[in-house]
């Protein structure tokens, strides 16, 4: 009885709490994103220390749960009419993001001393991106403008290249570091991310044709939730990403079910809740006091990563030849960071061990950072990106 009230209490109460932070969001400069997380840290460990531990004990699969619906709402937005128009910028700026990125963090920690292999595991692990944050803030924001479909398209690939560019940069650690690897790091980076595309390929492709048979041309709830849930527990079954296989899944049925104009709408309708537990328990399970820890090196690596994300954008945007726009707040819009960064610690720390509390307080507390104002960059990007793009001649 006392767990039953415990829950429903929680539960009620960040559900009340999230509906006056999206109400607080838009009359300040603030995303909701960013509220809820600063709402976590109050209740959470860090502060009053009020919320139940076993509701935190959850965490794990809210976030599995909410990061699954947020990748299949992204892989919807990925249509032949985004990638027709946009290719040549999403390729190019998602990848020279995260190939700058990776660099300038390497260089600047390599520059103030640190060992070179776990320079360039940092470096790496730098590269990934928030897609929960970073779709919350454009949906909040309800700009379906050419600036946010090209920002999502970007992250939406994000992920894929920067688990590519960590089994490089762990095989490069590892021959550096003379670590002998049982298994080769690019291969198992390849594993899960050609893994989750078949696997989001097996389910979406049937997922495409059967729903929205039972209510013609409207997909229901309980078949789209059904299909991302199954797509979720079979990716961590067989051990890839889970996003990237609800991604790939997302553009299959947005790309080739005919009978429906947007696949699995329903999910929109649900989706801010577990937003909302999400964030707060994301808060609430930070831990403050890694901050202290990490120093100049953490300065470097986030001042570093600011620069990698912006240089990188810029530079990819120089060869796709995008817009003024595009080339000057793109890499600003990239700088959420959130669970990937932290899962990639985690493994590089298990083959490092000796770097193991370097790893995990830098990526945890640099995490903490981007996490609550990385939506405030994006939110001031894609505000200055629309505004540029009112004030453009019209044609």
């Not at 032949?80 to 700058?100: G, V």
């Not at 959130?338 to 307080?361: C, D, N, T, Y």
């Amino acid at each position: 009885m006392e767990l039953a009230y415990q829950f429903l209490l929680s539960l009620g109460g960040i559900f009340i709490v999230g509906q006056a932070v999206s109400t607080l969001g838009r009359r300040t400069f603030l995303p909701r994103v960013t509220l809820l997380l600063l709402f976590g840290i109050i209740i959470g460990k860090e502060g009053l220390n009020i919320v139940p531990s076993f509701f935190s004990q959850q965490f794990e699969i809210i976030a599995e749960m909410t990061l699954l619906m947020v990748g299949f709402l992204i892989g919807g937005k990925l249509t032949r009419d985004s990638f027709n128009h946009e290719l040549n910028n999403i390729l190019w700026i998602s990848i020279s993001a995260a190939i700058f990125t990776a660099i300038i963090v390497s260089a600047g920690l390599i520059w103030i001393g640190l060992p070179s292999e776990l320079a360039i595991i940092l470096g790496c692990i730098a590269s990934a991106t928030a897609p929960a944050a970073t779709l919350d803030v454009v949906m909040e924001y309800k700009d379906k403008g050419p600036f946010s479909n090209l920002l999502i398209s970007i992250v939406a690939l994000d992920d894929a290249w920067a688990l590519m560019l960590f089994g490089i940069g762990i095989a490069i650690a590892t021959s550096l570091s003379g670590h002998v690897s049982e298994s080769p790091s690019i291969l198992l980076a390849s594993k899960e991310i050609v893994g989750a595309i078949i696997l989001g390929a097996v389910l979406g492709f049937p997922a495409a044709y059967l729903t929205g048979r039972f209510k013609p041309g409207e997909p229901i709830l309980t078949e789209a939730l059904g299909l991302v849930f199954i797509c979720g527990g079979l990716a961590l079954w067989l051990d890839v990403s889970y996003l990237i296989a609800s991604i790939v899944m997302g553009t299959i049925v947005a790309n080739f079910a005919k009978h429906h104009e947007y696949p699995f709408h329903e999910i929109e309708n649900i989706e801010w809740p577990f937003m909302v537990i999400f964030f707060v328990l994301a808060g609430a399970t930070l831990e403050l006091s890694m901050i202290v820890d990490i120093g100049l090196i953490g300065i470097v690596y986030i001042i570093s990563r600011i620069l990698g994300k912006i240089i990188g954008a810029r530079i990819g945007g120089q060869f796709s030849n995008a817009n003024k726009t595009v080339k000057n707040w793109m890499g600003i819009a990239l700088l959420p960071q959130a669970g990937v960064a932290i899962g990639m610690a985690l493994v590089a720390s298990s083959k490092f061990p000796e770097h193991r509390q370097m790893l995990l307080s830098l990526i945890i507390s640099s995490t903490i950072f981007f996490e609550i104002f990385g939506p405030v960059f994006t939110r001031v990007a894609i505000r200055h990106a629309n505004h540029d793009h009112s004030d453009a001649p019209q044609k």
